[in-house]
């Protein structure tokens, strides 16, 4: 489970074949249009002098705060799959020895202020954690990628092509 980072368990939620590329890395995202949004984003907050990414062990945490754990997203497009990256960081964190909570902030153009969550790691969603971290790694084991299966969002994705054509 120590390699599973915050990237592979949010592509686990949001698709199958998407998380086992990336585990394995095979890497088609440096021609994302959103991967590079996500980049700037967090280049113009090192600009601003907000340079608030954390590394830990394999995981990089974009704020913490004296009660925070603060994960930016830059919408509100897949929200179970940040749950979990989220919950997989407080995770992390509480085997460090640091108890916090967690705080989603979705930056969207369209929206005069952004929409933020909250999460707790608490004993059940812990428990549904490590379950989800071990499905996770019997399917980044597997010796083949799972068969792709087309959704709306994929026309999006940097394994698009891969996949698909």
């Known amino acids: 489970m120590s390699q599973i980072t915050g990237t592979i368990i949010n592509y686990y939620f949001h698709c199958l074949t998407q ?4 585990a394995n890395r095979i890497n088609l995202e440096d021609n994302s249009e959103d991967v590079r949004i996500g980049r700037i984003l967090h280049e113009i907050n090192e600009e601003k002098g907000k340079k608030t990414e954390i590394s830990i062990d394999n995981i990089k945490i ?16 897949d929200p179970e799959a ?7 960081y407080l995770y992390k964190l509480k085997q460090k020895g640091v108890m916090k909570k967690g705080k989603i902030e979705y930056i969207e153009k369209k929206r005069q ?3 933020v969550e909250y999460i707790e790691l608490d004993e059940v969603n812990e428990k549904e954690l490590l379950s989800v971290l071990s499905q996770i790694e019997e399917l980044i084991n597997t010796p083949i990628p799972p068969k792709p299966i087309y959704e709306n969002h994929c026309k ?3 394994y698009y092509e891969y ?3």
């Open 19 to 22: 998380c086992w590329l990336h």
């Open 62 to 77: 974009d704020k913490i705060t004296r009660d925070y754990l603060v994960e930016v997203k830059k919408s509100d497009s």
């Open 82 to 88: 940040v749950k979990w990256q989220v919950l997989l």
């Open 113 to 115: 202020s952004k929409k």
């Open 156 to 158: 999006r994705c940097a």
């Open 163 to 165: 996949c698909f054509i």
